[in-house]
């Protein structure tokens, strides 16, 4: 069985128009497709919105409790979706909110465990608290709400294509009033899934959208979308915690490099117009890093003992490796600098060993006399690689005895 229902709330009150959405909203609740429950029809129920200024009746009995998420992947797909939806008709995209996650996912929560479908909240059949009530104690100062709510959709992509195919459901996702969204999925109940999108705007907060707000983007180049188009003159950018960038026209549309490091990364926008200014930042998981030759350790070090003619230790190895990215990276070795030791390979890819042997030769060493070396690895590609070349050391010291010294391990 499945179901959905949505509301929507306007922000300067016109009875008219107040009762011309009700009166859809009803037709849309009594439609076949939005009241049947089988196998076959998905429930959907009414559209429901408000804006700052409108009133309904309040009850008591509606909590504020904060769950966290049971599919994180499902609730933010949904919010991936909508901004899909959105940027096919040059909408602005929506920025996911924390406080919208929570609203949205106890709705959902509630119904499957109370077992009721409505935008308001119920307890036993009777009705604690209305939705905008319950929407506005954990997101406070909104000027704008909205919210679209669904059962039985097995996936993101159902859902989003179920409201999508409902015109009130439709016109909330579209709608060019609310800035930010909150996404709810809980599983249970006699729907088996429940989905609730919380739309919202604070007109004191001005959000960056970075790239749609997917979770992962593979590419150092982004796009940003920066609400305040008209109040703001002025803006500047930065990466991480890193330094800000200069002072620049406002635009709301902008392309921008992330810092090439594998991670969360973090775009943050300071707004201004005369003395008034506002910041906000937004985040995206980098799956990739831009290469990095490094070589670990920085440098060896040998000894030669002249009483037992052993070399300690025979051999040791660098490795070389790419930890900026998980691509290959090939590299050589050039400029070796002494004739005491041997090498092996010459040249090889990421991860790989370069391995050092100081010769024996007994002619070559002198009571207390310390041999220096050196090698530089140089990533052999056709394009530039961060960290390349890299200059390595290698000592040998020749001793009449080395002093190996052993020491307990104590494990806490």
Known sequence: MRKISMK???????????????????AGFWSTRAVLADDDVTPLGEAVSLEEGEAEIQFTGCDVRYFETVNDRFEHHVVELVNEERNKQNLPPLKRNRDLDYAARYHARDMAEDGYFNHDSYDGGVKVCGWSTRVGKFYTGWNSLAENIAAGYATPDDVVRGWMNSSGHRANILSSSNREIGVGYWPGGSYGKYWVQDFGRRSTVYPIVINLEYAQTTSPDVQL??????????MRLRNDEGAWGPWQPFQPRLNWRLNWVKGIRTVTVELRNGSQTSQSSDTIELTT?????DVQPAGLTFFYETGSGRVIPPSAAFSILNTGSDAALNWTVEN????????????????????ISPVHDPGLFVQNEILSGGLTIRSSGSNP????????????????????????????
């Open 8 to 26: 929507y709330l306007y922000k300067m009150f016109n009875p008219l128009c107040l009762l011309l959405v009700a009166v859809l909203a009803v």
């Open 225 to 234: 979308y920066i609400y305040g188009q008209g109040l703001w003159s002025e």
């Open 289 to 293: 890093g831009e290469s990095q030759l």
């Open 336 to 355: 070796i600098t002494g004739d005491w030791f041997s090498l092996s390979p010459s040249a090889g890819s990421t991860p790989g060993s370069l391995v």
């Open 385 to 412: 690689v961060a960290g390349s070349p890299k200059q390595v050391v290698v000592q040998l010291l020749v001793v009449e005895q080395v002093r190996q010294v052993y020491l307990p391990m104590v494990k806490r």
